[in-house]
């Protein structure tokens, strides 16, 4: 048990090593360079991730099944809600703990606080739950479920399912919050400047024009400074920060703040709605709704529309070992990039971060996980009555209940480093990088720990 799970887990780490080497070395001109790897991630993002997407939902969905599968969004709501209560206690605690007390400070901890809440939800996990279903597909099938090829669309399934109100809540709440961060921090760097002093001869008194072009010319001789969509591109010729999971048509929304109010809100949930990796999902339950459609597309036979489902089946199928390429190469790039050396705010602020990242992504996050699954598996499996509503909220579908504990257990998104990236937080995103690469490197332990228990309990 021990073996499959470690070589399970093992598979992300070796997959993410190599996408880190090719965008650390050579150094000065990596194998997958910044501009490189922006363009490929576009290309995943817009091919390879929405068709992977659009073809699991479509082949494996149905009206029973939607009935079924619909308590998988409030696992992800509720584990959301259960991280950002532990990341703002924690940043509370280690504030007062560590005795950090100013503005540039506070915010640091928060910033961390925050990048705890929202797990790697598809990228860290598909190569997880692919090397399970070739060593228990077949087992779990001769007990009532589906074999090796039907289970890996079926774990897919399950993760992009955790997408939906994933990337709703990440981009409608958490960014909006990451742009007044920035603008809080532009605010005080901008303020922090020194002012200009006019220059005075003896007792002589300038004339005004003369002394306001003096002012003027002073003023404009200090270095300022960045503008807000200067920041975002400076960061992005820098890191090419523009990688996995980041909506093609947010920048547009970029320039619009949160105050702007409701209609601003709205425009910028319509945003996230419509962009592409949930637009493929709306589509692919859109086709597995109309039951004649999908038996065209995905069913037995050779109907011209079964070309067009398999094509996008093979579309699909690079963007697990992509992903997790991209992902570890942006974050090379970060850690690469001119601003991840430099120091913001207090280093005791991020050396707290750091506990916060830990205690949250690999002890509490899994351990509460851990303890809501047994004790609803456990209701379910009795006679009270509850019984009933908890095998609703935890269908007894053993790859479900598998995904479910899993992504408890999954390390921070790389998704909110780039999106510090591009509000204009590079340096914070380039000081999350080298503590992510802590956490990444201590969750081989934990991902574990928790696929020897999820193996144990429902596969075997």
Same mark, same amino acid.
């Given at each position: 048990l021990l073996g499959v799970s470690l070589s399970a887990v093992a598979q992300v780490f070796v997959l993410c090593g190599v996408g880190f080497c090719a965008g650390f070395y050579p150094r000065g001109d990596p194998l997958i360079s910044p501009p490189f790897a922006k363009r490929l991630a576009q290309?995943?993002?817009?091919?390879?991730?929405?068709?992977?997407?659009?073809?699991?939902?479509?082949?494996?969905l149905d009206a029973s099944s939607l009935s079924t599968y619909w308590p998988v969004f409030l696992w992800t709501i509720m584990q959301l809600a259960c991280c950002t209560a532990y990341g703002r206690v924690l940043s509370w605690a280690v504030s007062r703990a560590l005795g950090i007390t100013s503005a540039t400070g506070l915010r640091t901890v928060r910033l961390y606080g925050a990048a705890c809440v929202?797990?790697?939800?598809?990228?860290?996990?598909?190569?997880?739950?692919?090397?399970?279903?070739?060593?228990?597909?077949?087992?779990?099938?001769?007990?009532?479920? *589906?074999?090796?090829?039907?289970? *890996?669309?079926e774990t897919i399934l399950f993760l992009f399912l955790h997408v939906v109100p994933w990337a709703i809540l990440f981009w409608a709440v958490q960014f909006p919050a990451l742009q007044r961060a920035a603008l809080i921090t532009e605010e005080e760097q901008t303020s922090q400047l020194p002012g200009p002093e006019p220059e005075l001869v003896g007792n002589t008194q300038e004339e005004p024009q003369r002394l306001r072009q003096r002012?003027?010319?002073?003023?404009?001789?200090?270095?300022?400074?960045?503008?807000?969509? *200067?920041?975002?591109?400076?960061? *992005?010729?820098?890191?090419?920060?523009?990688? #996995?999971? &980041?909506?093609?048509?947010?920048?547009?929304?970029?320039r619009v703040l949160p105050s702007d109010g409701l209609a601003a809100m709205g425009s910028r949930l319509l945003a996230i709605v419509v962009q592409p990796n949930l637009a493929s999902l709306w589509l692919g339950i859109l086709v597995a709704c109309v039951a004649p459609l999908q038996a065209q597309m995905f069913g037995p036979g050779s109907s011209p529309l079964r070309v067009v489902g398999q094509a996008v089946?093979?579309?699909?199928?690079?963007?697990?070992?992509?992903?997790?390429?991209?992902?570890?190469?942006?974050? =090379?790039? %970060?850690?690469?990039?001119?601003? =991840?050396?430099?120091?913001?705010?207090?280093?005791? =602020?991020?050396?707290?971060?750091?506990?916060?990242?830990?205690?949250?992504?690999?002890?509490?996050?899994?351990? %509460?996980?851990?303890?809501? &699954?047994?004790a609803t598996v456990t209701v379910a499996s009795g006679s009270s009555p509850l019984a009933g509503a908890?095998? =609703?909220?935890?269908?007894?579908?053993?790859?479900?209940?598998?995904? @479910? #504990?899993?992504?408890?257990?999954?390390?921070?998104?790389?998704?909110?480093?780039?999106?510090?990236?591009? @509000?204009?937080?590079?340096?914070?995103?380039?000081?999350?990088?080298?503590?992510?690469?802590?956490?990444?490197?201590?969750?081989?332990?934990?991902?574990?720990? @928790?696929?020897?228990?999820?193996?144990?309990?429902?596969?075997?």
């Open positions: 290309v995943s993002f817009l091919l390879f991730e929405t068709a992977l997407g659009f073809s699991v939902m479509a082949a494996r929202f797990q790697n939800a598809v990228a860290f996990l598909i190569p997880i739950t692919l090397s399970l279903c070739g060593e228990y597909g077949a087992s779990v099938a001769q007990k009532g479920g *589906e074999g090796k090829e039907a289970c *890996e669309d002012v003027t010319s002073a003023d404009d001789a200090i270095p300022r400074a960045p503008s807000f969509s *200067e920041s975002l591109q400076s960061i *992005e010729r820098h890191t090419g920060a523009f990688t #996995v999971g &980041v909506p093609m048509s947010l920048p547009a929304q970029e089946r093979t579309l699909g199928t690079p963007a697990p070992v992509i992903g997790s390429i991209i992902m570890s190469c942006s974050l =090379a790039h %970060t850690m690469a990039s001119p601003t =991840a050396g430099d120091d913001v705010g207090e280093a005791k =602020a991020h050396r707290g971060g750091l506990i916060i990242l830990c205690l949250v992504r690999l002890i509490l996050a899994p351990a %509460t996980g851990l303890l809501l &699954v047994w908890a095998q =609703a909220l935890l269908p007894p579908v053993p790859w479900l209940r598998v995904v @479910v #504990v899993l992504q408890w257990a999954a390390a921070p998104s790389q998704t909110f480093i780039v999106a510090c990236a591009r @509000v204009g937080l590079g340096d914070y995103a380039g000081c999350l990088a080298r503590s992510y690469l802590v956490v990444y490197l201590a969750s081989l332990v934990t991902v574990t720990g @928790v696929t020897m228990w999820a193996v144990s309990n429902f596969l075997q």
